[in-house]
C-alpha cells in the first residue's frame, strides 16, 4: 500500500469512527430509562398517547430537549388525553430545569415528592389539570426556581411559608385552587424581587402580613378569597406595582389616605368592607381599570385625571358616594 492509501484508509476508518459514535444514542442512558418509564406510565393500555421510540436518541424526542451535555433539561407535556398521575420517574431526570405539565385534565393525584430531586429545576408549572393534595413544602429546597406556576388545579391545604425561602423566585401563581389558611408572614421577605403573586381563587382567609408592604410588586392578585383587615400597605406613591387585584374579599380598612404610584394602570377593589373617600391624589394619575364598587366609601369623587373617564359601574354600590360619574353631591 502506498503512503497515500494508507493515510486515506486512516482518514476514512477515523471519520467513521466519528460519525457512528455522534449518531450513536446521545441521551444518557439513565434519562432514556426514566423518560420510557414515564411514557409507560403516561400511556393507558388502549391509548398510546406519547410513542417515542426507543431506538431513536432521546433527546430528539417530541416533548424533550436536552442541554449541552445531552442530559434532559426540559419535559414538556401539554393538550392530550392523559388519564393518569405525575409519574414519579420524573424526579429520576437529575439536570431537568424545565418541567410543564398543562391542559391535562385527567392528570390527577398529588404533586410528587421525587421532584424534590430536582435540583437544577427553574421552571415548574403544573396548571389547568386535576391535581390534588397539598403545594409541597419541598418546593422551597429548590434553590434555583425562578418560576412557580400552580394554578387550575384542586390544590388543597395551606401556602407553604419555605416558598419564601426560594432566592431567585420571581413568578409565584396558586390561583384557581382550593388553599386555605392564610398568606405566610415569610412573604414579606422574599430574597429575590418577587414582581408577580398571583392567589386567586382561594380560601385563603384571615389578614395579610404588614411585612407585604415591603416588596415592590408588579403585579398582586388576591381576588376572590376570604381575606380581611388591612390592605393598604400594598400601596405607595413610591411603588413601581402597574396591577392590584383584591376584589371579592372581605377587606376593611380606610382608604382616605392611601396613595397611589403613577405606575398603577389596574386597581380592582370590588366587593369588599372598604370606608372612607377616594383620596384626590388618585387625580394625578392615569389608571386604564378602576372598580371600586360594592365597598363602603363616602364622599365625592375628586375630578380630574382619568376618575370622570370611568362610567358609574366602577363607583356604584358604595354607602355615599357622589359626583360625576354618579349623581351629584347635596
Ligand atoms: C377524562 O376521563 C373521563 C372519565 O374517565 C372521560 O370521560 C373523559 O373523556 C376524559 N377527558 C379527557 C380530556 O381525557
Ligand atoms: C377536572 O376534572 C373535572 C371533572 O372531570 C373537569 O370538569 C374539569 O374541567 C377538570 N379541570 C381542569 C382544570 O381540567
Ligand atoms: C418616596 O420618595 C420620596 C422621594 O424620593 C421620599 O421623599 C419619600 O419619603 C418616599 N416616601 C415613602 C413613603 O417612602
Ligand atoms: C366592577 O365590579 C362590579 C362587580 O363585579 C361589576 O358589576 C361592574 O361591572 C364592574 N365595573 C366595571 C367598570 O367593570
Request: charged share 20%.
Amino acid at each position: 500500500m502506498s503512503k497515500t492509501t494508507t493515510l486515506l484508509l486512516f482518514l476514512f476508518f477515523t471519520l467513521l469512527l466519528l460519525t457512528t459514535s455522534l449518531s450513536k444514542d446521545l441521551c444518557h442512558k439513565d434519562d432514556k430509562n426514566a423518560l420510557l418509564k414515564i411514557e409507560k406510565s403516561l400511556n393507558s393500555p388502549h391509548n398510546n398517547i406519547i410513542s417515542w421510540d426507543p431506538k431513536d436518541d432521546c433527546c430528539t424526542w417530541f416533548s424533550v430537549k436536552c442541554g449541552d451535555n445531552h442530559r434532559v433539561t426540559s419535559l414538556v407535556i401539554t393538550y392530550q388525553q392523559i388519564s393518569a398521575q405525575i409519574p414519579p420517574e420524573v424526579g429520576d431526570l437529575p439536570y431537568l430545569q424545565t418541567l410543564i405539565f398543562r391542559k391535562l385534565s385527567n392528570l390527577t393525584g398529588p404533586i410528587p415528592p421525587t421532584i424534590a430531586k430536582l435540583k437544577y429545576l427553574r421552571f415548574l408549572r403544573l396548571s389547568w389539570t386535576n391535581l390534588t393534595g397539598p403545594v409541597p413544602g419541598f418546593l422551597g429546597q429548590l434553590k434555583d426556581l425562578e418560576y412557580i406556576d400552580l394554578s387550575y388545579n384542586d390544590l388543597s391545604g395551606s401556602i407553604p411559608s419555605s416558598l419564601a425561602l426560594l432566592p431567585k423566585l420571581g413568578y409565584l401563581e396558586l390561583s384557581r385552587n382550593k388553599l386555605t389558611g392564610t398568606i405566610p408572614e415569610s412573604f414579606g421577605s422574599f430574597p429575590a424581587e418577587l414582581p408577580y403573586l398571583i392567589l386567586s381563587h382561594n380560601q385563603l382567609s384571615g389578614s395579610i402580613p404588614k411585612s407585604l408592604g415591603n416588596v415592590d410588586f408588579n403585579q398582586i392578585d388576591f381576588s376572590r378569597n376570604k381575606l380581611t383587615g388591612d390592605a393598604s400597605m400594598l400601596f405607595g406613591a413610591n411603588k413601581t406595582t402597574f396591577s392590584i387585584d383584591l376584589s371579592r374579599n372581605m377587606f376593611q380598612f380606610d382608604l382616605t389616605r392611601v396613595e397611589i404610584s403613577e405606575s398603577v394602570g389596574v386597581l380592582d377593589l370590588n366587593h369588599n368592607g372598604i370606608t372612607g373617600s377616594i383620596p384626590v391624589q388618585w387625580t394625578e394619575h392615569s389608571l386604564q381599570i378602576l372598580n371600586i364598587s360594592y365597598n363602603r366609601l363616602c364622599g365625592r369623587i375628586p375630578t380630574g385625571g382619568s376618575l370622570q373617564r370611568f362610567d358609574s359601574y366602577t363607583y356604584f354600590h358604595n354607602k355615599c358616594l357622589c359626583g360625576a360619574p354618579l349623581d351629584s353631591c347635596k
